[in-house]
């Protein structure tokens, strides 16, 4: 495979982040060694489908990071900014696709969205109540993203909403919804849905010696 090995994470300049070209960066740099794909990609933001979502994300954005009023920003949850881009979008129909396991979360979020003026539909992962067996898995349970996909794209829903899917569930949905869908909920059984206190907590002691090891 012909790798240009992009590590941004390890980027010492971080120009992308400025206006200054004259600033040096890695030769790894996807600007600079994928410079063919900018005027492809750019392109790709002129399609109606594209520009719409877009142009929702900068209508949000406007709003959220107000420079008159830094501490705008803090007051947007996740849940606000999903009601609010589907408000700009002009979504009525939202779709829940949801976890059987977070159906009680499922509801707090569908009573919110219907409380908002939005028309809801949720589906759980175990719908289709599929013999495991019969889609070749072993076990006695089977969740079935690409049904949950499927019954929503044929309800038409404007946006879809991703609530705990399992990892390779979630995978499954998006590749088979049609709609445009963004997560709400990630699982992590172990944190409460909340994957990004691993990250902060590899930087205490406990953490550290448990997701990086010295003996690799
Ligand atoms: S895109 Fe280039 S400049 Fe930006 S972080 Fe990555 S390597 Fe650095």
Redesign the pocket.
């Known amino acids: 495979m012909d790798t240009k090995n992009?590590k941004?994470v390890q980027?010492r300049?971080?120009?992308?982040?400025t206006t200054d070209k004259d600033v040096p960066?890695?030769v790894?740099?996807?600007?600079?060694a994928y410079a063919d794909l900018i005027s492809e990609t750019t392109e790709k933001y002129h399609r109606p489908e594209n520009k719409a979502v877009i142009q929702g994300w900068h209508t949000l954005m406007t709003k959220i990071l107000d420079p008159k009023n830094p501490r705008e920003k803090l007051s947007w949850t996740r849940v606000d900014q999903i009601m609010e881009y589907a408000k700009i979008r002009g979504m009525k129909r939202l779709g829940i696709a949801t976890c059987y396991a977070l159906l009680f979360e499922s509801k707090l979020l569908s009573d919110i969205l219907e409380a908002n003026g939005f028309e809801v539909l949720s589906v759980s992962c175990l719908c289709g109540e599929v013999n495991p067996q019969d889609a070749g898995i072993e076990g006695n349970i089977f969740c079935n993203p690409i049904l949950q996909a499927e019954v929503l794209n044929r309800e038409r829903t404007d946006l879809n909403i991703m609530v705990g899917l399992c990892i390779g569930h979630d995978i499954l949905f998006l590749r088979h919804c049609t709609g445009e869908t963004t997560p709400l909920i990630v699982k992590d059984r172990a944190l409460g849905h909340n994957p990004v206190a691993a990250l902060y907590m590899s930087q205490n002691n406990f953490y550290k010696e448990r997701f990086i090891r010295d003996d690799r």
């Open positions: 992009p941004c980027c300049t971080m120009r992308c982040g960066v890695p790894s740099c996807p600007t600079e």
